[in-house]
């Protein structure tokens, strides 16, 4: 089987009702990123990162994921699927993707003030202010905070430098350095791009074919091309 390397972004998950981070409205336009997704932001004022974070969450649950994810999962059935994405949401695992790295972190995981690495799972949509670790460390939401390091990203470029195809669905290419991904992808991989907008694609140096659709549209018709052109 080829190895499929499939890189999401907010777009892909824009038509399940999710919030993007640039929506002029919806949840992130009533917050300032420096209140709600900085460390300082959380030592300086915790409550109101709880809070934020406990409305995504439960936003989410509200949720289902669209024809985009449905489609990314159902490709498991002819090629070997690697997804990488920024977002946070569970959307992708929840229509079926088994191989799945979050850059970005996880919004229904929770994980220790201390151990970057002590992860523990959510239930429901609500982390108690003063909810604990074992270790007895604060709990913190299981997401990468503007200024921190994204620990994924090696994992991710490893997995980008082995693809035979590579997919981006639903980002600007503007966030590094997630962008930089496409990067390494090996010069003779062909890449598709499926955004409605116009992502920055001066960075890519592969052969690139652009579906300028949204995701929900713009991705079963991929699926459909791969699956055609490379079976």
Not at 170 to 192: D, E, K, N, Q
């Amino acid at each position: 089987m080829k190895k499929l390397v499939v890189f999401t972004g907010a777009g892909v998950s824009a038509d399940s009702g999710i919030s993007t981070f640039r929506d002029s409205d919806g949840l992130w336009a009533n917050y300032r990123i420096e209140d709600v997704c900085t460390p300082e932001a959380l030592a300086n004022n915790r409550e109101t990162v709880i809070e934020f974070y406990n409305i995504r969450r439960k936003e989410l649950l509200e949720k289902e994921p669209n024809a985009a994810h449905k489609a990314i999962a159902a490709l498991e059935d002819c090629f070997d699927v690697q997804v990488i994405t920024q977002n946070i949401d569970d959307l992708h695992e929840r229509a079926g993707s088994h191989n799945i790295t979050h850059l970005h972190g996880e919004l229904r995981k929770l994980r220790s003030s201390k151990n970057d690495e002590a992860i523990v799972p959510i239930e429901g949509w609500e982390q108690p202010l003063d909810a604990r670790h074992e270790d007895g460390s604060l709990l913190r939401p299981h997401v990468v905070f503007f200024g921190e390091a994204v620990p994924m990203y090696n994992e991710a470029v490893k997995i980008t430098q082995t693809a035979d195809i590579f997919v981006v669905i639903g980002t600007s290419l503007a966030v590094y350095p997630a962008a930089m991904l496409v990067r390494y992808v090996p010069s003779h991989v062909p890449i598709f791009v499926v955004d409605p907008g116009q992502p920055d694609m001066s960075i890519i140096r592969n052969p690139v074919t652009f579906i300028q659709k949204r995701a929900a549209i713009g991705v079963p018709e991929l699926a459909e091309l791969l699956k055609e052109k490379y079976r």
